[in-house]
Every structure is written in C-alpha cells, then in structure tokens.
C-alpha cells in the first residue's frame, strides 16, 4: 500500500493552557486524513492533482514533535502525554526552535534519500480545522512544494470591537500571507533552502521567501484557516500579539 509521511511540528513557550486543544485538533486532522486516504475509492473531496481511476488506498504515517522552548511550566509533561516527541531546547527564538525540531529528522531523511515527507508546522495557541491535513496533502499532489495557508481569530472578546473589524479588512485586502502556525513545506524543499534560520519573528516568512527565490512551487491555500489566539501577551517579541496591540493602540 502506498503510504503518505507527514510530520507536524509545533514550538511551545510555557503554553500548558493552550496546548492540549492544539495536539487534540492535530491528532484529529491526522485521523480525518488516515480514513480518508484508506477509502478503496478517492472520495470527491480530495479534489486537485488526485487521478481518480490510478487511486489506490493510501496509508499514513504522521509523527508530532513539540519543542518546549524556554518553558517554566508544565508544557513539556503536557507534550509527553499528547505527542509523539518532546524536544526542550533554550534557543530563545521561534525560527531556532521550529529549526531544532526538524534538525534531527532532516539528517535522518538526508541519509534515507526520503524527500516525500510533507513537514507541516502550527503553533501551541493554535486550533487546526479537521480537513488541515488533507487541504495540504491537495496542494502536495497539485505539484505544491510548500503551502501557506491562512489564519483567523475567533475569540475577540478581550479586544476592542473595531480591531476586529480592522484586523478582518486589512486582511482581506493583502495577499500573500505567510503563518507559522499554517505552514507546508516538502522536505526536499526545505532541505533545499537550508530550513528555519534562527530568527526571533519572521522565520516562517524568510524561509518562504527563499522558496520563493530558489524557484519552488508555493501555493497560498485561502480555505480552511486555522483558528489562533488574540491574547493580548505575546510569547515572542514582534509576534501576532505585538501586530493586534499596536493595530489596536492606533485605533
């Protein structure tokens, strides 16, 4: 049976609220994809790049590695309950934490010549839709080397009303967005740029850039957001919690 391999990657920072409904909304995208690819038939809903007379069932093999970064709670016991691999690291940055969680799987691949793996990254206070995995898997099949996909906010209530509305327009109106906490990249391509570089914000940005530069395939996937937080206490400088306070301080 053909088997698809995907990896999901999630850094954490002392997230032991938030955490445990990030691993159960992955743990369910794995499974909705896991029945779906093991159909005898290629259900419509796979969509592009599936040709559905070759369709054969399809096995998947998925691994999810936490990085707990520079945690003081309970983040990394959490990890090991829910997730497959814990790694705790000291890097300080979310592109040296992401890096460090795919550095020992891009040696082992490298030696195993496996450049199939689909490695997919979200964040701790993120919320991934069911269908996540398999909307990524489309775009692979499409000839997609790597997927950005979009966020939204669905809890404001501790914002003003009309950042909601600001936030929601600029939004809408720009292209191109780039998410950590909705990102696709093929291990060959990845690999291929030289991955994650160490940066406190933007890494997930800079590598899609250099995707971009090196000439691989990048696909914006407008559907199925994933769902994060609008907290107001950011876990990194410059992160999305920076952007909505100073978007709303502006106001």
């Not at 550095?103 to 793996?117: F, P, Q, T």
Request: glycine residues 6%; aromatic residues 6%.
């Amino acid at each position: 049976m053909h088997s698809e391999h995907v990896r999901v990657l999630i850094p954490a920072r002392n997230e032991e609220h938030l955490l445990p409904s990030a691993l159960h909304a992955v743990r369910s995208a794995l499974r909705f994809a896991r029945d779906l690819l093991a159909l005898p038939m290629a259900p419509d809903s796979l969509g592009c790049g599936v040709e559905i007379g070759s369709w054969q069932p399809r096995n998947l093999e998925a691994h999810i590695t936490v990085i707990a970064d520079l945690c003081t709670d309970r983040t990394a016991a959490i990890a090991a309950e829910l997730a497959d691999e814990v790694l705790v690291t000291r890097s300080g940055s979310a592109g040296a934490a992401r890096a460090a969680g795919l550095l020992r799987y891009r040696e082992e691949s490298l030696e195993a010549g496996d450049d199939n793996v689909l490695l997919m990254c979200t964040d701790a206070d993120s919320v991934v839709p069911a269908e996540w995995v398999v909307e990524h898997l489309r775009h692979r099949w499409a000839g997609a080397d790597a997927i950005a996909g979009r966020v939204k906010v669905q809890d404001w209530s501790l914002r003003a009303p009309a950042l909601r509305r600001r936030y929601e327009q600029n939004y809408a109106e720009s292209r191109g967005h780039v998410h950590g906490a909705n990102l696709g990249v093929s291990a060959a391509a990845y690999r291929a740029v030289g991955g994650f570089a160490p940066l406190e914000v933007g890494e997930d940005q800079d590598m899609v850039d250099r995707l971009h530069c090196a000439g691989f395939q990048v696909d914006e996937c407008l559907s199925l957001p994933v769902v994060t937080s609008a907290r107001a206490q950011s876990r990194v400088a410059a992160g999305f919690a920076h952007y909505l306070n100073t978007t709303e301080a502006a106001l």
